[in-house]
């Protein structure tokens, strides 16, 4: 069994308006050492889905069922004091806006120690002894001093290091990063990046990178999994997506893609429509109202939900198309608009 | 820190300044721009209703109330810093720094009569304060993070019937039924200062505290059940809960400490009101506090006195927002910047 492994998860929430099926039978695995890139649009299930794995549901109005398996322990069914007592410790995590997500009363110092005291039972001084230690890891210069200072006191960029020396101070072995990089300006999200990858080196974590920037994923990412509508529409190695992507959702993220060796003045190719309801989910596959090549599956994506199936070695694709037609649409129709453009 | 202590230090300064001028704009200033002759003004003051006209206008002039507005309020602050000499025409009566003014219709001076009134007041406040602060605080955490619940809907319900429910109605009705019918709380009227028996002091406060605690607990259910939803649904507790914080901390030491600057606020301004007198309680239970002591000033028309207390209420206001923004630098470390 993997370190990481989700099993058939969904999570659902009860609310007036009716079911919101946020995650709608998500399986993927992952092991320690690897990076897992999650991408798609807002609201198709990454954070809720990264949250249900640190156990952040439980306990609220939230149906979860299916399972998640860390390092041989299932977590949908352990008690809420359990999965607590594995947060912060064995898996953390690294949020999109460290002004809001770091608490404004505390310094930083004091939400690292208090980060590390509760999994360890240290003095205060040894506890920020280690918290100097981690601000210098991830960077942060005079870190002695920096320690006391108040997260309105850092940059941006400052303070998204402080937050990965939070994540990072109990030496987690899986690491989620929720769109680590969205809040800063680009200079720094590249930093940021390169820190990330040389720290998951060091620490020999899992990490998952949940975003909706494909440049991201493409720095970082050893798979790629692409989710739409709470479902897993395309999974496969960094490559596959890249190289050999076969998903109609997948190229139209790529097309909608700022690129440096394109010209600038060219348009992208953006997706039509907006991301599906997750009440009323669209009929057969979700994307279908917003999917070019729809027509083409004889209204088969009308109807029924496409299964995700293997393409070749490894590489998962939910599409009714065939695969050696997607394949062909891709190289003939798709690519070269994609580079001419 | 320093720089900001020293700004809010000279800005309670120059309140204190504005507040006087403003007091004694009240007494001396607008009767005389509606019309009332000094001479009048004067009969008022001293309280000499019988007095023929040429006493009183002797009196005026004596006390000066026919000088220019800028002597008269330079004289007043000079009486307030180092005392001053009220000339009644029989006597020369002194009345010592801080001199809050010279009652002529009980012959005596305000300011010790207020230090008199005040423990009462004080104890009142004090006691009641802490009780509210508790009782509130602690049911508007529950009835938030319990949120629709039987208990939020019974707490909410009740609290709305604490706002609305005045205490003179509340106190006797408590009156009535634990003093007088259960004889479990001390009677209306009484008060034992605490340096004579503290027990007995207690026992003496407990109804009025409970009555005046829950007037204001209600507000402050209400303020810190909002002020918890808020501050629950930040990204700052999602963190707290993904550190593995265990649910009570992540509560008390992540999402009280956000909601609890708006309920000090409030705090100190009901405190610093209360301690100026909490004029219904104590006319409710008979206190002899300052409340009370402003409803007689007022009921006998004693101008020096009304003055004393309006301006002893005003200092501590002034005071207590003093405090509150202090207290803000320590609660919130972004107020330090501004």
């Known amino acids: 069994m993997s370190f990481l492994e989700l099993k058939d998860l969904r999570i659902h929430f009860p609310t007036d308006d009716g079911l919101v099926r946020s995650v709608d039978g998500l399986s993927f695995s992952l092991e320690r050492g690897r990076t897992l890139g999650i991408v798609g649009e807002s609201g198709s299930g990454k954070s809720v889905t990264s949250l249900g794995i640190l156990g952040l549901h439980k306990g609220g109005r939230a149906r979860i069922s299916g399972e998640i398996w860390l390092d041989g322990e299932e977590l949908v069914g352990a008690s809420?004091?359990?999965?607590?007592?594995?947060?912060?410790?064995?898996?953390?995590m690294i949020f999109q806006d460290p002004l809001s997500a770091m608490h404004p009363f505390y310094t930083v110092g004091d939400q690292i120690i208090e980060a590390y005291r509760i999994h360890n039972d240290v003095s205060k001084k040894v506890a920020r002894k280690h918290a100097v230690d981690m601000l210098g890891r991830v960077g942060i210069p005079q870190p002695d001093r920096r320690v006391d200072s108040y997260p309105h006191e850092f940059s941006g960029g400052m303070r998204q290091r402080a937050m990965i020396a939070m994540a990072l101070s109990c030496d987690p072995e899986l690491l989620i990063a929720d769109e680590p990089t969205t809040a800063l300006d680009v200079t720094v999200q590249a930093q940021i990046l390169d820190l990330m990858r040389d720290l998951q080196r060091d620490f020999d974590a899992a990490l998952i990178i949940i975003t909706h920037d494909l440049g991201v994923v493409a720095e970082l990412s050893d798979d790629i999994l692409v989710m739409y509508g709470g479902k897993c529409v395309e999974y496969g190695t960094s490559e596959d997506i890249f190289e050999r992507p076969e998903h109609p959702y997948t190229w139209g993220l790529l097309g909608s893609m700022p690129r440096l060796d394109r010209e600038p003045t060219e348009r992208l190719l953006p997706i039509k429509g907006s991301p599906p309801s997750l009440i009323n989910v669209p009929?057969?596959?979700?994307?279908?109202?917003?999917?070019?090549?729809?027509?083409?599956?004889?209204?088969?994506?009308?109807?029924?939900?496409?299964?995700?199936?293997?393409?070749e070695g490894g590489h998962l694709v939910r599409c009714h198309l065939p695969a050696e037609r997607r394949r062909a649409i891709w190289q003939k129709e798709v690519k070269p608009n994609l580079e001419a453009s | 820190m320093v720089s900001y202590i020293i700004r809010r230090l000279i800005a309670a300064v120059l309140m204190l300044v504005v507040v006087s001028i403003v007091t004694f704009s009240i007494f001396f200033v607008i009767p005389r721009l509606a019309g009332v002759t000094t001479i009048d003004f004067a009969s008022r003051y001293v309280g000499s209703k019988g007095a023929s006209a040429e006493t009183v206008a002797a009196i005026a002039d004596?006390?000066?109330?026919?000088?220019?507005?800028?002597?008269?309020?330079?004289?007043?602050?000079k009486g307030i810093v180092l005392g001053a000499e009220y000339d009644t025409g029989a006597s020369v009566e002194?009345?010592?720094?801080?001199?809050?003014?010279?009652?002529?219709?009980?012959?005596?001076?305000v300011w010790p009569e207020l230090l008199d009134r005040l423990p009462v007041t004080v104890s009142l406040a004090i006691g009641a304060s802490i009780i509210w602060l508790i009782a509130g605080v602690a049911t508007g955490v529950v009835s938030a993070l319990r949120r629709g619940s039987f208990f939020d809907r019974a707490a909410m319900g009740v609290a709305l019937a604490g706002v609305s429910l005045p205490i003179f109605f509340t106190g006797i009705i408590c009156l009535v039924f634990f003093s007088y019918r259960f004889g479990i709380t001390a009677p209306g009227g009484s008060y034992t200062a605490i340096t004579e028996n503290p027990g007995e002091w207690a026992y003496d406060l407990i109804l009025p505290w409970i009555t005046l605690a829950f007037l204001y607990a209600a507000s402050y259910a209400r303020l810190t059940r909002a002020g918890m939803l808020e501050t629950m649904g930040e990204d700052y507790i999602r963190t707290a809960r993904a550190k593995g914080l265990p649910e009570s901390k992540v509560i008390v030491k992540h999402g009280l400490r956000?909601?609890?600057?708006?309920?000090?606020?409030?705090?100190?301004?009901?405190?610093?009101?209360?301690?100026?007198?909490?004029?219904?309680?104590?006319?409710?239970?008979?206190?002899?506090?300052?409340?009370?002591?402003?409803?007689?000033a007022i009921q006998s028309n004693d101008l020096p006195k009304i003055m004393g207390v309006v301006l002893l209420v005003t200092l501590f206001v002034v005071l207590a927002n003093l405090i509150v923004d202090l207290l803000y630098a320590v609660v919130d470390p972004?107020?330090?910047?501004g």
């Open chain 1, 80 to 92: 809420q004091e359990h999965v607590r007592r594995l947060r912060g410790k064995k898996m953390a």
């Open chain 2, 94 to 109: 002194h009345c010592p720094a801080p001199c809050l003014g010279y009652s002529f219709i009980t012959k005596t001076p």
């Open chain 2, 258 to 296: 956000g909601a609890l600057t708006p309920i000090l606020t409030i705090f100190g301004l009901d405190l610093g009101l209360l301690l100026g007198g909490a004029v219904l309680t104590e006319s409710t239970f008979s206190l002899p506090g300052l409340g009370k002591y402003a409803v007689q």
């Open chain 2, 334 to 337: 972004r107020v330090r910047l």
């Open chain 2, 62 to 77: 004596k006390l000066g109330f026919n000088d220019p507005l800028v002597v008269q309020y330079g004289r007043w602050i």
């Open chain 1, 283 to 311: 009929s057969g596959c979700a994307f279908h109202p917003r999917c070019v090549f729809e027509e083409r599956t004889g209204g088969l994506a009308k109807v029924e939900v496409p299964e995700l199936l293997e393409s």
